[in-house]
């Protein structure tokens, strides 16, 4: 046999072997470049594919995952308001309740070491869990998902290319949605073309931005970096004041301390990102401003020298940074240049059901 019809034989035998064994076919998913964004952290357990991602695409906006086949994750986290659920101030889950807190909007997870508003999740996977068991929210036990996505065809096919298994279980339904998530990234604002020398600021805009890094004026450096890092976050969790609140066990929402059992974090909530802030009002963990003037004025006016404050809320003992209504309007330029339009009308992280998958091709 000569050499070449050797290498074809092997080459079929691989072939073979790789399909008898289910080895995986599923191709690493290409990230942009994002020069101006601090290293992205990959996962080990779960490196996203393009066949991963799309996927969990479909998993996302599928109301499969719901008791009665009603509610997707998309249902609250739509893409046109940055996968948040605005204007809403409070989710209604599938029992008609309304949620505790504001649903927070989804760009950028890869990034963040922790989710939800307390905090309570470690890892994407993790939090995915949640949602779809909970009462209030899809109510749908994790056995019952796991034989709904067996029972289909489409995604057994699905399954079986992006990870080469031919059963599936909750573990792998979080991986295909967290995968999907981890491509969420939202770069293309105004903001990050004036980093990358695309555009430049008006003069309001500029001025807005000094103003928010400015410790005697706006002083939002400390929770919101926009000068080094890109996210619009520490990634922390804090209090900004919100509420006349002196003792550590009147907070009616204790926000992180009721994850660490630590009186002092009693009150303290995640820092959200300020990115997308014009697509996703209304803004804090309640949800208690309706527009972005409101909050600026609050910061301005409105801080309590709250118990558990942050010690970072330098004005907090006069209420606030007392800014001039220039000033708030110049700040409000600024956030504005946040938003990414792009990112909330991007095809490929839109319905897959009822537009064209180019994730696939």
Known sequence: MRKSSQVVVLLFLFVCIAAFTGEQTARPYTFPVLKFFPKMPVSETNPVTIEGATLGRYLFYDSILSAHYTFSCASCHKQEYAFSDAPNRYSIGITGEFQSRNTMPLFNLAWYPSFFWDGKAKTIEEQIFHPVRAGNEMQLNWKEAEKRINASNFYRDKFYTAFGNEKID?????????????????????????????????????????????????????????????????????????????????????????????????????????RNVAFTAPYMHDGRFGSLEEVVDFYSEGVNACTNIDSKMGFAHQHGNKLSCEEQEKIIAFLLTLSDSVFTSEQDFGNPFIRNDRLTE
């Open 170 to 274: 909750s573990v792998l339904i979080t991986k295909a949605i967290a995968q999907f998530l981890r491509t969420l990234i939202s770069y293309n604002s105004k903001y990050d073309k004036v980093l990358r020398g695309e555009a430049t600021f008006t003069q309001d805009e500029k001025d807005g931005f000094v103003l928010m890094n400015d410790m005697t004026k706006g002083d939002c450096l400390h929770c919101h970096t926009t000068d080094a890092n890109a996210l619009g976050t520490t990634l922390k969790f804090s209090n900004n004041g919100l509420d006349k609140i002196y003792s550590a066990d009147d907070y009616t929402d204790k926000g992180r301390g009721v994850i660490t059992g630590n009186k002092k974090e009693n009150g303290l909530f995640k820092i959200p990102s300020l």
